[in-house]
């Protein structure tokens, strides 16, 4: 589903990014490749670029329509409370991180300041709880911040209607859109000389001699001195596969009218999380939360808009979307060099739902790597160990776990049960069954007719369960996402899910009346 973002932008006027669109079915070539056309690839493409340096972007969908696209605009060093997870690594650690978001957060406002007057809004960021036993927590990030350098207090009360027992208040922060933020940097990028494609996925790595080449879905290639990928999850891996330390969470969030005048961004610090922001000038109030691993059956957008109605007289609530997130174990991206010391694939990921200043500061760090050396990436250096992090054990134990209830999975259409009647009438255009030992999901097409895929993904072979809100097939163990019909939506997996053989299709249709 669209996000509020793209109905605003749209509402402004579109923008003219410049980009071409796939598919791409000859060869392209640039000093620079970059894949992912959200805020990390094209930051990083717009350094390189101002720089004088040849740059491709190269992006699956539209420019800023994926995580970019669908977040809360939120640009801030606050991070909920996760500087006190990054701080267990050390107070060094942790004051460079935040010296690194902070740095992030004035390069977004001063350039969204040139790319158009009235984008970014300055406000102040809260980190709140209602439960008293939290408020020791808040208390020790109020201090962690300000032995950073950082002007963080805590209070007890917020200019929002929120009840509350304390919360950390840290100004100077901001929000933007983030659709149109990613289409301007774009129109940027090709304004000096860059190439944007968009509708252009990547789908596979090699080296060639002195470079790079990049297989294209559609059978083009593109060839390069470097390659960043950042892309929501690295599109090629290296030597080492990343899916045990980048866990995929899946949120909600909605956007309608609100009577109640009040400024400034919020998160709740204990579970299940609440995020909301006014838009400034509007009367749209933007909330997100409900968070959980990807593959699980989720609260759909419910619990949001009563949370909504009930504290902030929300009304009409136009807009609501998903989106998908990895977070990391320590809370910090992984930034550097996939390919080790030959350094000729640079990647970023693993944002953990702070993607506008974590994948900026990720950015800058490989723009520096492209034009200076060194590889020196700080705390976020992609060589740093995965197995020593505090929740590394605890999310491999959790995907560990979806994997062998996987194996009894019972055919059941997943989430049919207790949900709405909307709800339960989605599932039905849906089937879960077991035929001839394999478990196949079974969908109604354009046409009407049944069509299915088999359920087991193809990345390590879990099987899928069916997501009643985006109607979609999810894994539950890495989370890979695929259409009704079986393609790659996002994720680790490469390749489409295998179609049902249609003669079975065709005994099972005239054994259960399906048609």
Not at 106 to 130: C, F, K, N
Not at 330 to 339: A, C, I, N
């Amino acid at each position: 589903m669209n996000s509020y973002w793209q109905y605003e932008s749209h509402q402004l006027g579109d923008v003219n990014t410049g980009a071409r669109r796939g598919p791409v079915q000859r060869e392209l070539a640039a000093q620079y490749i970059v894949v992912g056309g959200g805020v990390a690839g094209l930051t990083a493409a717009l350094l390189l670029a101002q720089k004088g340096k040849q740059v491709l972007v190269l992006e699956t969908g539209a420019v800023g329509s994926g995580a970019t696209g669908h977040n809360t605009g939120k640009v801030t060093a606050l991070h909920g409370g996760d500087l006190l997870t990054v701080s267990r690594g050390g107070r060094a650690r942790a004051r460079a991180f935040y010296s690194q978001l902070q740095a992030a957060k004035e390069w977004i406002a001063a350039t969204a300041v040139q790319l158009e007057p009235g984008l970014y809004h300055r406000m102040s960021d809260y980190l709140y709880t209602q439960q008293p036993g939290q408020v020791g927590r808040l208390r020790q990030l109020a201090a962690l911040i300000g032995a950073l350098g950082g002007d963080c207090q805590l209070t007890s009360s917020v200019p929002a209607p929120l009840p509350m027992a304390a919360a950390v208040v840290l100004p100077g922060q901001g929000q933007i859109n983030p659709r149109r933020y990613c289409q301007l940097l774009a129109k940027e990028i090709t304004g000096l000389g860059g190439q944007v494609y968009e509708g252009c996925r990547a789908i596979g790595l090699q080296r060639d001699g002195a470079q790079v080449l990049l297989q294209v879905e559609g059978g083009g290639t593109a060839r390069g001195e470097r390659v960043l990928v950042c892309t929501h999850y690295p599109f090629w891996e290296g030597d080492k596969a990343q899916f045990m330390r980048l866990y995929p969470y899946r949120s909600y969030a909605v956007a309608g009218h609100c009577p109640l005048e009040f400024s400034g961004s919020y998160i709740r610090l204990e579970g299940p999380t609440r995020s909301l922001v006014k838009v400034p000038g509007t009367d749209i109030l933007v909330l997100a939360g409900q968070s959980h691993r990807t593959g699980q059956q989720g609260p759909g957008y419910g619990a949001l808009q009563r949370w909504g109605k009930e504290q902030f007289r929300m009304r009409d609530v136009f807009w609501q979307w998903t989106a998908q997130d990895y977070d990391t174990a320590d809370k910090m991206p992984y930034v550097g060099r996939l390919d080790g010391a030959d350094g000729r694939v640079l990647a970023a990921f693993g944002f953990s739902k702070w993607g506008m200043t974590g994948a900026t500061a990720a950015a800058h760090l490989l723009a520096e790597d492209c034009l200076q050396g060194g590889g020196q990436y700080g705390p976020l250096a992609l060589a740093r160990p995965a197995w020593r992090q505090q929740g590394f054990w605890r999310e491999n134990a959790a995907t560990g776990a979806a994997a062998v209830k996987s194996l009894f999975f019972d055919g059941e259409c997943p989430g049919r049960r207790g949900r709405s009647d909307a709800a339960a009438g989605a599932a039905r255009k849906v089937r879960v069954v077991k035929l001839a030992g394999k478990t196949y999901g079974l969908y109604r097409d354009a046409g009407g007719s049944w069509q299915g895929v088999r359920l087991r993904c193809t990345h390590m072979g879990c099987k899928l369960r069916f997501d009643l809100t985006e109607q979609t097939w999810e894994c539950p163990c890495h989370g890979s996402r695929f259409t009704l019909d079986g393609q790659v939506l996002q994720g680790v997996a490469k390749r489409p899910l295998e179609p049902i053989d249609p003669h079975i299709l065709k005994l099972y249709s005239e054994k259960a009346r399906l048609l």
